[in-house]
């Protein structure tokens, strides 16, 4: 298989500090620069196979949802690799994949490379994390932002917080 033309995004933060942004605001300037480009999102992978919003629990890291996040994000990675592959013969383009999830631990990270070593090289994967220690900011992420997603839809901000 010609991998020339395959790249990936990996994001990597916490949740509420802008990895999703980053990841339109990219996608937006590599469509612009000629390229194929699609962002995979593990959040997304969860709420289809699930079919329902997420509490506040699922992102607490002391409980028991830590296999089941992890196979969201394999499950999200391999839709990523089944898209870059897919049809690579009839496009022209250049493709990147944007896999949009923490991706903060170094088991992780470690799991996507080697997921996606046998379609691409080293030197075509990039790792992109955002930071954030402002209190003020994080805030306003999970309280603005987070109340278009669908997991807080239908909740109201106090509860939301």
Same mark, same amino acid.
């Given at each position: 298989?010609?991998?020339?033309?395959?790249?990936?995004?990996?994001?990597? /933060?916490?949740? /509420?500090?802008?990895?999703? $942004?980053?990841?339109?605001?990219?996608?937006? #300037?590599? !469509? #612009?620069?000629?390229?194929?480009?699609?962002?995979?999102?593990?959040?997304?992978?969860? %709420?289809?196979?699930?079919?329902?919003? @997420? +509490? $506040?629990? #699922?992102?607490?890291?002391?409980? +028991?949802? !830590?296999?089941?996040?992890? &196979?969201? @994000?394999?499950?999200?990675?391999?839709?990523?690799?089944? #898209?870059?592959?897919?049809?690579?013969?009839?496009? !022209?383009?250049?493709?990147?994949?944007?896999?949009? @999830?923490?991706?903060?631990?170094? &088991? %992780? %990270? *470690?799991?996507?490379?080697?997921?996606?070593?046998?379609?691409?090289?080293?030197?075509?994967?990039?790792?992109?994390?955002?930071?954030?220690?402002? *209190? /003020?900011?994080? !805030? &306003?992420?999970?309280?603005? +932002? &987070?109340?278009?997603?669908? +997991? $807080?839809? *239908?909740?109201?901000?106090?509860? @939301?917080?």
């Amino acid at each position: 298989m010609n991998n020339d033309g395959f790249y990936a995004i990996i994001m990597v /933060g916490l949740p /509420g500090r802008g990895k999703s $942004y980053m990841s339109h605001r990219i996608k937006r #300037w590599l !469509h #612009w620069k000629g390229f194929e480009c699609e962002i995979f999102n593990a959040g997304n992978t969860r %709420r289809k196979i699930l079919n329902k919003p @997420a +509490d $506040y629990t #699922w992102f607490n890291s002391n409980n +028991d949802t !830590h296999n089941l996040k992890e &196979k969201f @994000a394999e499950t999200t990675l391999n839709n990523m690799i089944e #898209w870059m592959v897919s049809e690579s013969k009839n496009s !022209h383009k250049k493709k990147v994949g944007i896999f949009d @999830a923490t991706n903060s631990t170094n &088991k %992780r %990270r *470690d799991k996507v490379i080697s997921m996606l070593l046998p379609i691409l090289s080293y030197d075509r994967i990039l790792f992109v994390e955002s930071v954030c220690d402002d *209190d /003020g900011i994080i !805030h &306003k992420n999970f309280i603005e +932002d &987070k109340r278009q997603n669908e +997991d $807080y839809v *239908d909740v109201n901000t106090e509860d @939301a917080e």
